[in-house]
């Protein structure tokens, strides 16, 4: 396949997409933006009560539609104690562990809309005074935030207007080398949304038409395991999730392919519809890898568990370091974008 990307818009989206902090819960900032783009290319598109946003465009099949999905909620925290010291404890939001996360950046962000910067850290972190610092488990009670204020008790903080139940967001650190790597928190699932708003952006523009009425459904609870369960148009019988690959000892991905995903904790994944995107890579070139994903669960998945009656299938960029600070190459990028135009363009699995 003749298949051309833009490799510098696509990585210019996704650095946009993972500085804007969108943690599972507080992702208005991040939808008001999608809106807004999805507005300037005169797409329509609707937003679901709980904060998702269904961009639709037409096909030469109106009976029987495809919807692809990508969540742009990241992993969090909330505010769950201000310590007598001034130092804030934390409730994760989102599956993911505190070594992840030690010495990381953060923001507070208040209900009165201000923001405080902060670092995450463990209680006795400084080697020089606590023998056990290297020791220590990290967990909730032995991890806090650092404010980078003059708050040394929980009044001074709450002065500040922080309280508990505020919202935490980590700094992604996007880097973006000369070799072709993208570093960052958050590529999950910010890389796959890219993709899918790189490929709306351009069907709109070229007025190149669709097989089947397509939705693009980038949903924003993903990570606690509901984002795209619902409002799904009842015409639709292929289900898409575009996400991550997960890479690792014994798996096949890797940051250079595109991952389809066979099986994950819920299960397999529709088998017709899993071989259609393998075969698609044959016949166009695309560089693949087939893999399970043994501790993983989807948006198609938690479609299929509400009940919705759709063929559902995975795949995406692989992503090493997952739920920490992650890291692809533009290799893989190209590979699930080209995937992804390959798909919207083929006929339904039969």
Request: glycine share 8%.
């Amino acid at each position: 396949m003749n298949f051309e990307w833009n490799k510098n818009e696509a990585v210019d989206l996704l650095k946009g997409l993972v500085e804007i902090p969108s943690p599972s819960g507080y992702t208005m900032d991040i939808m008001k933006m999608i809106q807004e783009s999805l507005a300037n290319w005169n797409v329509d598109h609707i937003t679901t009560n709980k904060g998702g946003v269904i961009a639709t465009i037409q096909g030469k099949n109106q009976k029987q539609h495809r919807l692809l999905t990508a969540h742009v909620d990241t992993l969090g925290a909330m505010v769950k104690e201000i310590k007598p010291s001034g130092r804030l404890k934390l409730s994760l939001v989102g599956g993911f562990t505190f070594n992840a996360i030690e010495g990381e950046n953060c923001l507070i962000h208040t209900a009165e809309g201000k923001t405080f910067s902060g670092t995450i850290l463990l209680h006795h972190t400084t080697v020089h005074v606590y023998k056990d610092a290297g020791t220590s488990e990290r967990n909730a009670d032995t991890m806090e935030v650092r404010l980078d204020e003059k708050a040394f008790s929980a009044d001074d903080v709450r002065g500040l207007g922080i309280e508990v139940g505020d919202f935490v967001s980590f700094s992604p650190r996007f880097t973006a080398t000369d070799s072709g790597y993208i570093k960052s928190r958050h590529l999950d699932d910010k890389a796959s949304t890219a993709l899918l708003l790189q490929l709306v952006k351009h069907l709109s523009s070229s007025k190149e038409e669709l097989p089947f009425t397509t939705h693009f459904y980038i949903s924003n609870n993903e990570e606690i395991g509901f984002g795209g369960n619902s409002n799904i148009p009842e015409q639709t019988v292929e289900y898409i999730a575009v996400d991550m690959g997960a890479i690792g000892d014994g798996q096949a991905s890797d940051e250079y392919t595109v991952s389809i995903c066979a099986k994950d904790s819920s299960g397999p994944y529709h088998y017709g519809l899993t071989r259609q995107l393998i075969e698609l890579a044959k016949d166009n070139g695309i560089d693949y890898k087939v893999d399970i994903y043994p501790y993983y669960g989807s948006d198609a998945s938690a479609a299929i568990r509400a009940g919705f009656d759709v063929k559902h299938a995975l795949f995406g960029p692989g992503i090493e370091a997952s739920h920490s600070y992650e890291r692809t190459h533009t290799d893989s990028l190209k590979a699930a974008a080209a995937l992804l135009r390959a798909y919207v363009l083929s006929p339904m699995e039969s």
